[in-house]
């Protein structure tokens, strides 16, 4: 490439933290101990230099099992200190900030933690309780499970419904934006099997086995696949919960059948089953949270994960307690405490630990794609 053409594409001034990257994955290419390790290492070998495009994109395949910081030959006290797990992280951080929809709205990742979680929940529960004061509504009555009759329906359809589908525009929004980025070397579009293969290693949680089968490193250099455990318990546990609430809206718009359900209601059980799995899951991460090695460089995310795992902890509690007592006369004070974890819960979509999820989706997908590129272009050599 001529100087002339040189001047013509842009140059992106890369963070310390993209820089970092950048060096790290350089020698990581030069040595490829780890080349078998998590997806990042084939999508690494396919590249002779990184892009700011490239750096984002492996942050984000990134899954932070530990496996290459306690298999490497460089990692500290070396002096190259090259510590994968904690450049991507850091990396990680920075691109959710720097993709959100709004974008001044990015900030707030660094903020999702527990004092604010805690804070919003408190918030929304006072105002809730105080538009059941002002309605007149007798908060330790007998009211059979209906919560109705506490919240008129279409209310709670309309507002929770609104800010959900908000939050989802919003994070989808800024997945547009990382995919934009990242995908633009694709020469492909996206075929059905990139989908299939990308779905599957998102739902089994595939590089949470350290791409070789054992597991993630938590503490020090011994292999566990509890950290992929107790993740299965919290995705799985809110899909469940998330089917509950779909199957018990087409119960009430399309078979008439309006809340509340029995206990033994498909509802009921998809929730009680989906709710004990956002008990098991979120205490197992919180305690692998304190637990972990330092050295794989979370450290500024921690906060946000933090904030994450109390908050679907707080969630799923209330919801279970809800669900135990909806008979009591302490139903209505559950509800509202449960309604405003929830409230608060949809308002962090965008902007918390749940949004890593999709940007490590993306990019799995476009792995995916990358993969079956390089294998159809080995075939025909």
């Known amino acids: 490439m001529n100087e002339a053409m040189k001047q013509l594409i842009p140059v992106v001034q890369l963070s310390d933290n993209e820089a970092e990257v950048k060096r790290a994955l350089q020698i990581c290419n030069a040595c490829r101990y780890c080349e078998t390790f998590c997806a990042v290492f084939p999508a690494m070998t396919k590249r002779l230099e990184f892009t700011q495009a490239d750096i984002h994109y492996m942050a984000n395949l990134c899954h932070n099992c530990g496996a290459c910081l ?14 994968i797990p904690q450049a991507m992280a850091q990396v990680r951080l920075e691109t959710y900030q720097e993709f959100a929809v709004p974008a001044s709205f990015g900030a707030i990742y660094k903020k999702t933690g527990i004092t604010l979680v805690s804070v919003m929940t408190v918030a929304f529960f006072l105002v809730m309780l105080l538009g059941v004061w002002l309605n007149g509504t007798n908060l330790f009555g007998q009211y059979q499970g209906n919560f109705y009759a506490i919240f008129p329906h279409n209310f709670l359809a309309v507002l929770f419904g609104s800010v959900f589908i908000t939050a989802f525009v919003l994070l989808g929004l800024g997945i547009v934006k990382f995919w934009k980025q990242t995908s ?10 990139d989908i299939l293969q990308a779905s599957k290693n998102v739902l089994t949680l595939k590089y949470l086995d350290g791409g070789h089968g054992k597991g993630c490193n938590e503490e020090d250099d011994r292999y566990t696949q509890i950290r992929r455990v107790f993740h299965h318990f919290t995705m799985y546990g809110f899909l469940l919960c998330f089917l509950a609430t779909s199957v018990a809206t087409f119960y009430h718009y399309f078979l008439g059948l309006g809340a509340p359900y029995s206990y033994t209601s498909l509802p009921v059980i998809l929730g009680t089953l ?6 098991v899951g979120p205490l197992g991460l919180l305690y692998l949270n304190i637990k972990r090695d330092p050295m794989h460089g979370d450290a500024k995310q921690k906060p946000m994960d933090r904030g994450f795992i109390f908050l679907l902890l707080i969630v799923s509690i209330t919801g279970l307690a809800l669900l ?13 405490v449960h309604l405003a974890t929830v409230m608060t819960f949809f308002l962090t979509i965008p902007f918390g630990k749940f949004a890593h999820g999709f940007y490590r989706s993306a990019a799995l997908l476009k792995f995916a794609v990358e993969e079956r590129i390089s294998k159809n272009k080995a075939k025909t050599k």
Do not use: T, W
Not at 187 to 193: I, K, R, T
Not at 274 to 279: E, R, S, T, Y
Not at 324 to 336: G, H, K, P, Q
């Open 184 to 193: 633009k070397i694709i020469p492909e579009g996206v075929a059905q099997p």
């Open 274 to 279: 989906g709710g004990l799995g956002l008990v």
């Open 70 to 83: 306690h298999a490497c030959q460089y990692a500290p006290p070396h002096e190259f200190a090259v510590n």
């Open 324 to 336: 135990a007592f909806r008979d009591s006369s302490a139903m209505a004070l559950l509800l509202i």
